[in-house]
């Protein structure tokens, strides 16, 4: 099937099921094209739940369709590919933050919006890339803050707002990839480039750039940005919407290696299969639902 034929039947089916379709970032670009809104995770989320929409098909992986859900509840939402995992989100279980806060009582649970709906129940509040430092900053200064499952993300917010964190041992296996090394290298070879990484990086990788920013405040400070030139370093699926935005600068990836695999399952062909089948539809249990909802709904009070 040609790529016009596959867009026309989406087109047509999406309009048939009264569907929206969400793109993240790290999205191949064709999928990112088809999309009625492309962003961050929980703005996807939030953005179709706005929406009339009976149907929401989340480009994205298996947690952010389950955020939809639990925004959404009322709305059907499908995974093109029900394979398209995060393998940070899958580093905890609720199980485990269960014994962990056993293990320290009375402390609060902190954990990124990349997590699972069940670790989500188990939490006081989420938050995201671009507000854990002002909901870490928010949190009462009596005990420490259990913060899960990305160390890395806990380790900036902590360094911005001096609080104690107990960190969980997560981290995103992509963002792994790029070093410190590979910013300096960009920076040698392109002197004028100002240099962004997303706060999942690792420490060293975040002192070497200019600025750590979600893929958000990426897109929004290049945007407004009168400089030509940036050194991008996270998921390189983001340098298309960058590119798509701002033809007139020059984008750099710090590493080809920062690619994820479980972003790039989903296909055009998987778009369509999902809108024909109406699958894979992602639910969360109305008990799990209920606490989850109430750690997004803090966050958004907070931030």
Same mark, same amino acid.
């Given at each position: ?31 990112? +094209? ?12 939030? #953005?179709?739940?706005? *929406? $009339? =929409?009976?149907?929401?098909?989340? @480009? ?22 029900? !394979?398209?995992? @995060?393998?940070? =989100?899958?580093?905890? *279980? ?30 006081? &509040? @989420? ?18 803050? !259990?913060?899960?499952? +990305? ?29 410190? $090394? ?32 979600? *893929?958000?405040?990426? !897109? ?6 009168? #400089?030509? #030139? ?17 033809? +007139? ?10 690619? @994820? ?21 992602? *639910? &969360? ?19």
């Amino acid at each position: 099937m040609s790529y016009d034929d596959l867009v026309e039947k989406i087109v047509r089916l999406k309009e048939e099921r009264n569907a929206v379709i969400l793109a993240h970032n790290y999205q191949r670009p064709e999928v990112q +094209d088809i999309a009625d809104f492309t962003g961050d995770s929980l703005g996807l989320s939030q #953005e179709a739940a706005k *929406t $009339d =929409a009976d149907v929401i098909v989340f @480009c994205g992986v298996l947690f952010m369709a389950e955020t939809a859900a639990i925004l959404s509840p009322e709305k059907t939402v499908l995974l093109p590919d029900p !394979l398209a995992g @995060c393998p940070m =989100a899958d580093m905890i *279980t609720a199980e485990q933050l269960r014994q962990r806060k056993r293990e320290y009582p009375g402390s609060p649970a902190v954990c990124y919006v990349n997590s699972t709906a069940a670790v989500k129940a188990e939490c006081d &509040v @989420c938050c995201t890339s671009s507000n854990a430092v002002k909901i870490v900053g928010s949190m009462p200064d009596d005990l420490p803050l !259990l913060f899960v499952p +990305d160390k890395y993300l806990g380790m900036y917010a902590a360094s911005k707002t001096h609080k104690k964190l107990i960190l969980w041992e997560g981290y995103c296996p992509t963002h792994m990839r790029i070093t410190a $090394d590979d910013i300096n290298a960009l920076k040698r070879e392109h002197p004028a480039a100002i240099s962004l990484v997303h706060p999942e990086c690792r420490p060293e990788v975040i002192a070497a750039a200019d600025f750590a920013l979600s *893929t958000g405040a990426m !897109l929004k400070k290049v945007r407004e940005s009168s #400089e030509r #030139e940036f050194i991008i370093g996270t998921e390189v699926g983001i340098l298309h919407p960058l590119t798509k935005e701002n033809p +007139d600068k020059v984008f750099y990836p710090a590493s080809d290696r920062a690619v @994820c695999p479980n972003m790039k399952r989903i296909t055009l062909e998987k778009v369509l299969w999902a809108l024909e089948r109406m699958e894979e539809r992602i *639910t &969360v249990p109305p008990e799990i639902r209920e606490r989850a909802v109430r750690a997004v709904d803090r966050m958004l009070s907070m931030s």
